[in-house]
Every structure is written in C-alpha cells, then in structure tokens.
C-alpha cells in the first residue's frame, strides 16, 4: 500500500489488486487515523510499510501475522485471510447491510456475501420475540 493510496480528508485507503485482483475503498478507522498520520510523516516513504527492497512481500506480512498470533496466545487457527472473514463478520453484526459489505469486500455476487451469515448468531440473539411484547 502506497502512502499515496490513503485519503486523509475522505478517511478512505484504496486497496489496489486486493483479493481477486480487484481495486476496492476501505475506511479509514478513527483509531488509527492520527498514529498512521503521524508514522508516514515520519518515514517519509513511497510505500506505508516497506522492506529491504522497497514494498513489503506478502510473504513477510504472513510472516509477521503469524508470529502475532503466536504471541497474543490464541490457539485457533488462523490466517491473514481470517482478517477479511471477520471484518465482515463484525461489520454485519453491527448491522452493515449486506450490500454494502458486499461492495466492500469486492464481491460481484450477493450470494458470496451470504457466506458471512451463517457465521453471526449475533443478530438472533438480540432479536426481541413478538411473543415477548404479550
């Protein structure tokens, strides 16, 4: 990701050649907005992470997912592709329509998208029954 990629103003990344080769906009998180403010600035670079020859290979941010990982403790299995998985997991338990998350993630069927249902039970749980307003 080029440090040109990021809109400050708009609060938006562009992904380019994201997960089946597609350009797709991200938001900018407001958590992150003023330390990755403050890091480009300081590094000054063409790329917001680089390696020894420029940008950083996809093998070394695996590398680096890992070793995460392994640190925080948790046991479950997981990928760099998990991150994707949950991000529309929560942003469908925060009540993200669909469509939305669909365009988000690059899909060109909503049918991919609904994958994402069958993993929150979220939403059921903290739907009121009819029953309950008797």
Do not use: W
Not at 12 to 29: C, F
Not at 61 to 88: P, V
Not at 100 to 108: A, E, F, M, P, S
Request: aromatic fraction near 8%; hydrophobic fraction near 35%; proline fraction near 1%.
């Amino acid at each position: 990701m080029k440090t040109s990629d990021i809109n400050f103003d708009r609060k938006i990344v562009l992904i380019k050649e994201a997960k089946g080769k597609k350009d797709r906009y991200v938001n900018l998180p407001e958590s992150l907005y003023n330390d990755l403010q403050s890091y480009i600035k300081l590094n000054q670079g063409e790329y917001v992470f680089s390696g020894r020859n420029g940008k950083i290979t996809i093998k070394t941010i695996q590398k680096i997912f890992e070793n995460a990982l392994e640190k925080s403790g948790i046991e479950k299995r997981a990928s760099c592709h998990t991150l994707r998985h949950s991000f529309a997991t929560h942003l469908l338990e925060n009540g993200v329509d669909i469509r939305v998350i669909q365009k988000l993630l690059g899909h060109n069927k909503l049918e991919t998208t609904q994958i994402y249902t069958h993993v929150s039970n979220f939403q059921l749980q903290n739907i009121k029954s009819p029953l309950d307003s008797l």
